[in-house]
């Protein structure tokens, strides 16, 4: 730099300030926690192709529903992160019986209450996936899905299917498949939840609501 630049005052000398873009960029940056129970539910949520956004999702496998919202108040209060949105993801699992029933609704009801939003499923998170292919109102087992899924993709589902390497090749698959549709997937699963939304959540079956989740990944989606 030289002296006669400084005595000058040239224009380049001064301290610019932060251009438009840069402010915009900076204030429509958000990053969200996704909080999902399996590691099939993680991986997909983490390809969605997002600019605005942050994805931030961690799989506490193994935990009842409740105890799965409980976890995610655990892990707000020891993070040193200011979450735009958290979500938890879910689905029933029969094998408990009626009280699975209680431990699914209380979920939901204390994970609003809590601000959370909540991505529920019933039967499965695979109905996600089936919804991209047809629109069903009948009540299926997961093992339903299982087959459909796995008959579709050529490989056993129930045994593979949940597999890292499978499991993150997931979006993609359905982004490339001609006879799948997100567009189809998310209308379905708004139709589902409409004509049941007046049950209680255990007897909402089948209802997805991923596409909620999926409809605020895709408003944050590059070009």
Not at 59 to 74: A, F, V
Not at 198 to 211: A, G, K, T
Request: charged content about 30%; glycine content about 4%.
């Amino acid at each position: 730099m030289k002296k006669t630049d400084v005595k000058a005052k040239k224009p380049w000398l001064k301290k610019t300030k932060s251009s438009v873009y840069q402010l915009e960029t900076k204030e429509t940056f958000k990053i969200i926690l996704i909080v999902c129970e399996g590691q099939t539910e993680k991986l997909y949520f983490e390809s969605f192709p997002v600019l605005t956004l942050k994805v931030e999702a961690v799989d506490l496998k193994g935990q009842s529903k409740l105890k799965l919202i409980e976890s995610t108040t655990l892990m707000l209060k020891s993070k040193d992160v200011e979450y735009d949105e958290v979500w938890c993801v879910f689905d029933m699992d029969l094998r408990n019986g009626e009280r699975e029933f209680s431990d699914f609704d209380n979920a939901i009801s204390k994970g609003r209450t809590l601000g959370y939003k909540i991505a529920y499923s019933n039967d499965s998170f695979e109905l996600w996936y089936y919804l991209h292919y047809n629109y069903t109102e009948q009540k299926h087992h997961r093992k339903f899905y299982y087959k459909f899924l796995g008959e579709r993709w050529g490989l056993n589902y129930e045994k593979s299917g949940k597999s890292y390497r499978f499991s993150k090749s997931i979006y993609l698959k359905l982004e490339e498949d001609a006879e799948a549709s997100q567009e189809n997937a998310i209308e379905n699963g708004r139709r589902l939840l409409n004509i049941q939304s007046d049950l209680p959540f255990h007897q909402q079956n089948p209802v997805s609501l991923v596409y909620q989740l999926v409809v605020y990944l895709n408003e944050n989606k590059r070009g």
